[in-house]
């Protein structure tokens, strides 16, 4: 009986077609964000915590220095191997798949609350290994639709919310009492029934239709040989943005993972809701601007108008903290501002940006294939920048190391998007002169 209802259900749903179906769409666009929010709950709680206890480990790491750097490296080396299989996935088995990576992911956490010190830094990197498929999957949901923009601005917003979300769930644990050691694992817990609900939704979201495909390029799984021919015809800006995004990438996770030591050198530790107070207005900030991306119906404008964002991402990080240092601006402003700017600048790689690079050079391929190219990429620059603060600069305070790294983050960011930007402008150039001709 519950199958036959299923099958009526998923019929009447992809029967739903053009603009009948934007209540729909938008419902789509809410499953994905609580998915992927869920995820958070057992990835970033971690975070909360700050292990003093636990004494040094090899190399003069601090343990949650360790935990962080493994648990990141389990999240990169997935990026990488995704680079492949997000690209061929395809549409089929992606519920079950992302179920069971994460029910992975929490009982690694469970044998971390288990295990000596030494052998909880093995569990967090597979407790981060299985999370690095998760974003390529939620979001081959929703891309290659003429309403990519609000509903891939919306899976973005999981990303920047949940983040302080799941850490004010984290921190008031630990106040109830709860041990640094169970704290990330029960934190996840509630989350599970979310993601479960959010996934029987995306499974009865209909495919792109005749109309999205027309307009932003059918979408279909990327084998080696499209791989290959893809990045021959277009490796450059590829490089130019995925170099930009690796500073951006690092820059987002240093503020993400250690938000905590930051706020205690503002003087404002201890606090769990502190971490809500600065996300949600720079998730409103960051993604009304990506949202409204969908009223350019052009794909090279809008293309051009994503660097244009992100530009103005890397400017916001630079000047607002030239802000803070000189006094105009109080920590918790400054905290939005810096959060604002790279979020702006970090969130169309995750998502529209790639979607509006293919639908613009008019090959059928995906988006996920390009966005686990950035990660891979990405993560390895943030493991680079963990690993420097804690082997050559151990003594300084994380405050002053962020401020040093925001400034050089804001240079380099404007500079690699900049150059891509005039790529694109002259190849748009080119391929007009060649058509006139």
Request: some cysteine.
């Amino acid at each position: 009986m519950m199958k036959k209802a299923d099958t009526m259900a998923r019929e009447t749903l992809e029967s739903e077609r053009g603009p009948a179906s934007l209540p729909l769409l938008l419902l789509g666009g809410l499953a994905a964000f609580s998915a992927y929010f869920a995820m958070y709950a057992f990835r970033k709680p971690l975070t909360v915590a700050t292990y003093e206890d636990v004494g040094l480990m090899p190399f003069g790491l601090d343990y949650k220095s360790a935990l962080v750097i493994m648990q990141v490296l389990g999240y990169a080396l997935s990026k990488l191997i995704g680079i492949r299989v997000i690209a061929a996935f395809g549409r089929t088995g992606r519920a079950m798949a992302i179920a069971t990576l994460i029910g992975i992911s929490w009982l690694a956490l469970v044998a971390f609350a288990l295990v000596p010190p030494w052998l909880g830094l093995v569990c967090v990197f597979f407790n981060g290994f299985p999370l690095g498929m998760i974003w390529g999957l939620v979001f081959s949901y929703v891309e290659g639709r003429r309403l990519s923009e609000p509903l891939g601005a919306m899976l973005c917003a999981s990303f920047i919310v949940s983040s302080g979300l799941v850490k004010s769930a984290g921190s008031l644990m630990l106040h109830a009492g709860v041990s640094e050691q169970w704290m990330p694992a029960l934190t996840g817990i509630p989350f599970m029934p979310v993601l479960l609900l959010s996934l029987w939704f995306l499974e009865r979201l209909p495919p792109p239709s005749p109309e999205d495909e027309a307009e932003r390029t059918r979408r279909e799984p990327m084998h080696r040989p499209a791989r290959a021919a893809f990045l021959r015809d277009h490796g450059l800006p590829v490089a130019l943005l995925v170099t930009g995004y690796v500073v951006l990438t690092a820059m987002r996770d240093f503020r993400d993972n250690f938000m905590p030591e930051i706020w205690a050198a503002l003087g404002q530790g201890g606090s769990a809701a502190v971490f809500s107070q600065t996300e949600t207005p720079v998730a409103v900030i960051a993604l009304v601007g990506l949202a409204a991306l969908m009223l350019v119906k052009n794909n090279l404008r809008a293309l051009l108008a994503m660097h244009a964002l992100i530009i103005l991402g890397g400017l916001m990080l630079g000047l607002g903290t030239l802000a803070f240092e000189a006094g105009w601006l109080a920590p918790m402003p400054w905290m939005i501002l810096t959060g604002a700017g790279l979020y702006l600048a970090y969130t169309p790689f995750n998502a529209m940006l790639f979607d509006r690079m293919i639908a613009a050079f008019g090959k059928a391929g995906n988006a996920g294939f390009l966005i686990y190219i950035a990660d891979a990429s990405g993560y390895a620059g943030s493991v680079a920048l963990l690993i420097w603060r804690s082997l050559f600069a151990p003594g300084r305070n994380w405050l002053p190391v962020f401020i040093d790294c925001a400034y050089l983050a804001a240079v380099l960011i404007v500079g690699f998007t900049l150059s891509s930007a005039i790529y694109f402008l002259r190849s748009n150039r080119h391929a007009e002169t060649h058509d006139h001709a």
